[in-house]
């Protein structure tokens, strides 16, 4: 929890939104935030992302793998608050979105339309993968065809050679990154200071 938000705020200084729906997960994240001492960089909000504002069921029994669920049926299920993501942005443009919704990305898509359209927006990091299907309508929702209609490109970043390499199809089994414009995000991971991990510069 956090990890992308201490990465970006706390490693390399950028001003970051951070979106947890559960208050204990919210919570986490604060204490994260806190830690490391970048308050002043983190906007964090105890909301969940959907197509439009309104409240949502949602899990709490599936520890990191918590989603929207269509109904409170089962008991583990709490009500939360929800913002379309063009909500949440209003007029600020964000240059990375880390998008991990466990399969309502249709939603968060349909609701960030604006925002995945900005050409500020240079990458993208998604989860595509089969959990889409516990919302699927009969739409046949395609995570992937939808980025590629907002100019985006998925790739592989290689990092200890600092180099993108595009990608013939989405990462089924975890994260996919999306680049825009991949030239240009070449350039600007290629002139980007250097950070040491253990014994290897990055």
Do not use: W
């Amino acid at each position: 929890i956090g990890s992308f938000t201490v990465l970006a705020s706390g490693a390399v200084g950028a001003q970051s939104i951070a979106v947890e729906p559960l208050k204990a997960t919210f919570d986490h994240l604060m204490g994260k935030v806190r830690c490391n001492g970048i308050e002043n960089l983190v906007t964090a909000l105890n909301v969940g992302v959907a197509e439009s504002s309104g409240t949502k069921h949602f899990t709490t029994n599936h520890d990191t793998m918590n989603h929207i669920a269509e109904s409170a049926d089962g008991g583990n299920t709490t009500q939360i608050q929800v913002q379309s993501l063009d909500e949440i942005i209003g007029d600020r443009h964000p240059t990375c979105i880390k998008v991990d919704v466990e399969g309502y990305e249709r939603q968060v898509l349909t609701g960030g339309a604006a925002t995945f359209a900005d050409p500020h927006l240079l990458a993208v990091i998604v989860e595509v993968n089969v959990s889409a299907e516990r919302y699927d309508d009969g739409a046949g929702f395609d995570t992937h065809k939808r980025l590629s209609e907002f100019g985006l490109t998925p790739c592989v970043y290689h990092p200890f050679e600092r180099r993108l390499e595009k990608r013939e199809a989405p990462n089924n089994d975890g994260n996919t990154l999306y680049i825009r414009d991949i030239d240009a995000a070449s350039q600007r991971v290629a002139q980007a200071p250097k950070f040491r991990v253990l014994n290897h510069e990055l």
